[in-house]
């Protein structure tokens, strides 16, 4: 379809209109309304390969006089605290009109649209990325380095992609000597000062695995969490998690009742432990 705004004004034949779950749990039509004040920011319609072209065309220095232009248009702002903010922890700045992920490895500009659109420039790789759905709440940003990884290889999730700088050397080591023994290496190699290991980034890592359906890697992972972090409720909620989606409601209900133990509060874990009870029955 060509860019522009009269989608909203006409009637385009063939239109693929955009769909959502959200309202009613069910696939409903999503109509979008945009004022022309705002037409700048949202709304426009256009297809994968314009889109491709005008990036293209950008990065070609085609479309400015000075060759630095480009920089200064994708360096993310700076704010009075001395950090970044953007829309999420992966779209993590804001620059001159494009969020920004900024990350020690293949950092990028992600303009993202709805839920289900995403365009993601990696400019230090020489790739750019486009994914066009008409699903709000398909979110591609959260699969697009995925399909990064299909032409840069260390962008895969198994080669380590993702994980945080600071437990990159234990991953390498569970790599080859596998996690039966998780927690041994790991204090062996915090001992030594190969690493550091941070509450955050070791939630981070379990979750990872469990989006790649290792769960007892993850439950390896979230138990060094609770070793390290004894206090921490939230670790003992992500176990708990891992051992419910394992399947084992014993362990589970363990731990969600340690998250209560420390945090009696939290609601998560009282609807958890509702849930797994109301399934046993």
């Known amino acids: 379809m060509p860019a522009g705004f009269a989608h909203f ?33 949202a709304g426009m319609t256009s297809s994968a390969k314009e889109l491709a072209q005008r990036v293209i065309a950008l990065q070609a220095n085609k479309l400015f006089d000075k060759s630095d232009s480009l920089k200064k248009l994708w ?5 009075v605290d001395g950090k970044t903010a953007g829309f999420n922890q992966l779209v993590n700045g804001y620059a001159l009109g494009w969020p920004v992920i900024s990350r020690a490895e293949h950092s990028a500009v992600a303009p993202l649209g709805a839920n289900r659109s995403a365009l993601v420039v990696y400019p230090h790789d020489n790739l750019l990325i486009v994914v066009l ?10 699969f697009i380095d995925e399909i990064a ?13 993702g994980l945080p700088l600071s437990i990159k050397p234990l991953w390498t080591q569970l790599e080859i000597q596998g996690y039966a023994n998780i927690s041994n290496v ?22 990872q695995l469990i989006g790649r359906k290792k769960l007892d890697q993850a439950v390896g992972v979230f138990t060094l969490n609770t070793q390290l972090f004894p ?27 340690k998250v209560l133990a420390l945090q009696p509060d939290n609601k998560n874990a009282k609807n958890q432990l509702i849930r797994i009870k109301a399934q046993s029955n």
């Open 9 to 41: 004004e006409t009637v385009v034949p063939n239109q693929a209109r955009a769909y959502t779950y959200v309202k009613t749990g069910q696939l409903t039509n999503l109509s979008a309304e945009f004022a022309p004040p705002l037409r700048t920011t």
């Open 75 to 79: 360096e993310p702002n700076i704010l």
């Open 133 to 142: 759905t008409n699903l709000s709440g398909s979110l591609p940003s959260t």
């Open 149 to 161: 990884g299909v032409y840069i290889a260390d962008m895969k999730a198994e080669n380590g992609f």
């Open 186 to 207: 790991a204090q062996e190699m915090q001992s030594q000062g190969a690493i550091k290991l941070i509450e955050v980034d070791l939630n981070t890592w379990g979750y």
């Open 231 to 257: 206090t921490s409720a939230n670790t003992y909620d992500s176990l708990a998690e891992a051992y419910w989606l394992l399947g084992d409601s014993k362990k589970a209900i363990e731990f969600y009742n």
